[in-house]
């Protein structure tokens, strides 16, 4: 009965391979949004979504392109991966995106480019 | 714009003893401030809300609109409570709302 799941939870990968988180949530909830938390623990929002819509797209490189194909689901996708991408991706949810909600968050993947 | 300020990256206690988590804002109309809670190796959520104004875990948050802070404060650390503390402040409103974390305060209980 997990909100908000993520897979992988670990990935471990070579520089320049592409690869896919994927996020699911079971809330209902109409939002959706990605975290990158660096090794300084600093978080930092990435994308959102609303209702299979991207909202919110912070200066995030290219080679991230996020994907919403229904509103519980928002995966991730990397190309060419970089040693700078290695962190801890989280995906969270709310209800509709509005100021005030409480955001659910996934346990995590921890990302790791060799 | 919204912008916090968590101006203690590294916190560190005893155990029973009080501690307070600094959180200062900047804000354009009224704030949306939230405390959350990372324990180690697990997932982000939810402390408390400054609207709901109640106590978990014992610990509490008032927005002081003067200082624009939002400090969190429990007057008897348990060692449970070490973990990673975030003070985002939310948006206002809108379908561009979004909480911005940042570094955050590591708080560390120490037996």
């Known amino acids: 009965d997990t909100a908000v799941s993520q897979t992988p939870k670990y990935l471990v990968t070579q520089m320049g391979n592409d690869k896919s988180i994927k996020c699911e949530q079971n809330?209902?909830?109409?939002?959706m949004y990605w975290y990158k938390q660096d090794s300084k623990k600093f978080l930092k929002i990435m994308f959102s979504?609303?209702?299979?819509?991207?909202?919110i797209n912070e200066t995030v490189p290219n080679r991230f392109s996020p994907k919403s194909p229904d509103k519980a689901h928002l995966n991730l996708h990397i190309n060419s991966l970089e040693l700078g991408d290695s962190a801890v991706y989280f995906c969270?949810?709310?209800?509709?995106?509005?100021?005030?909600?409480?955001?659910?968050f996934g346990p995590g993947t921890r990302l790791l480019v060799l | 714009a919204q912008r916090v300020t968590q101006p203690e990256k590294l916190l560190s206690v005893f155990k029973g003893a009080p501690v307070e988590l600094k959180c200062n804002y900047s804000?354009?109309?009224?704030?949306?401030l939230f405390w959350y809670v990372q324990y180690s190796r697990q997932r982000l959520q939810l402390l408390l809300r400054?609207?709901s104004r109640e106590s978990i875990k014992g610990f509490t948050a008032d927005l002081n609109k003067g200082e624009t802070s939002f400090h969190l404060k429990k007057p008897f650390a348990q060692e449970e409570d070490s973990a990673m503390y975030y003070c985002?402040?939310?948006?206002?409103?809108?379908?561009?709302?979004?909480?911005?974390f940042g570094k955050g305060t590591l708080l560390t209980v120490n037996p």
């Open positions: 809330l209902g909830h109409d939002t």
């Open positions: 400054h609207i």
């Open positions: 969270a949810s709310s209800p509709g995106g509005g100021a005030g909600e409480t955001q659910y």
């Open positions: 985002p402040p939310g948006g206002s409103g809108g379908s561009n709302y979004k909480l911005t």
């Open positions: 804000y354009s109309g009224s704030p949306e």
């Open positions: 979504y609303n209702n299979k819509e991207l909202i």
